[in-house]
């Protein structure tokens, strides 16, 4: 019986944390750490490339805004990835590698639970047609751009010039626990913490979380642009996440309350991508 709860308490957990963070919270890989501007036949274009790092984050931010006052129509696909080897129970001061016998069984249960869980939340997708308002459809949910980053807020920002297309890689600087202000909030939209933390009622009879830390590094932004009309065609977003929540067992499974803060952890990363018509629908 005590294993059985045990399993219950893992699966309620990592379903209250995967469905939350999939609520609020695009593609991975590497970019060379030289900024540049790679040229292949360059036709007739309405903008120069840009050429450095500056100039390409300014080039970005003026035709990915452009998407939210001249409404094309949009299309949104998510797709999100929590590897089963990140799903992990620890103790507080103790490192993810270390073995602790007594929650052998939640971390065997909580991977598997996943599967189940993350398949139904894996893939989600909307549109809005031509001349819709595509404000809360598009990043940043809320605000009348899709982007705000500044120079302080990248690693890098390349451009490849294929004859009239371009296309932008931008590798955001890491970021721990987003504020309002931060680069998460200027690119992708800032999560509500308090609404997460709320999810954790679900499993109040087993357990309470008072917070959690996200860590975001990796992630990136790629747009295709038509350079011809400098509109874009394309974006693909990559957010990836470390997350540690700090939970305190309760009634049955007290017992894995233990002399060390029980501490969930979890890799979360998810794939939007958009695409984009911006010939307006006939008739």
């Not at 721990?176 to 954790?200: H, N, Q, V, W, Y």
Request: glycine share 6%; proline share 3%.
């Amino acid at each position: 019986m005590k294993k059985t709860l045990t399993s219950v308490l893992a699966i309620a957990l990592v379903f209250t944390v995967l469905c939350s963070l999939s609520g609020c919270l695009g593609i991975g890989g590497d970019t060379s750490d030289q900024t540049r501007a790679t040229v292949k036949e360059a036709g007739e274009t309405k903008s120069a490339a840009p050429t450095d790092s500056l100039a390409v984050l300014e080039y970005f931010n003026k035709v990915v805004n452009a998407v939210k006052t001249e409404k094309p129509s949009v299309s949104r696909e998510e797709k999100i990835d929590v590897p089963n080897s990140s799903v992990k129970f620890t103790r507080a001061g103790q490192g993810e590698d270390e073995k602790n016998d007594d929650l052998e069984i939640i971390n065997k249960a909580a991977p598997e639970l996943k599967k189940l869980i993350v398949a139904d939340i894996t893939k989600k997708s909307q549109s809005v047609v031509h001349g819709a308002n595509n404000t809360e459809l598009m990043y940043v949910p809320g605000e009348g751009y899709s982007s705000a980053l500044t120079a302080a807020d990248i690693i890098d920002a390349s451009c490849t010039v294929s004859d009239t297309t371009y296309t932008i890689v931008i590798r955001l600087q890491p970021e721990t626990d987003p504020k309002a202000d931060g680069i998460m909030a200027r690119s992708f939209g800032l999560e509500d913490k308090e609404s997460i933390l709320k999810e954790f009622d679900k499993t109040k009879d087993y357990l309470t979380a008072k917070d959690y830390t996200a860590e975001y590094s990796g992630c990136t932004i790629k747009a295709t642009v038509d350079a011809t009309k400098d509109q874009v065609t394309k974006i693909e977003y990559y957010k990836a996440a470390k997350i540690t929540s700090e939970v305190t067992p309760l009634g049955p499974i007290e017992g894995l309350k233990g002399d060390k803060q029980l501490v969930l952890n979890l890799e979360y990363k998810k794939t939007t991508n958009f695409n984009l018509d911006w010939t307006a629908d006939e008739g």
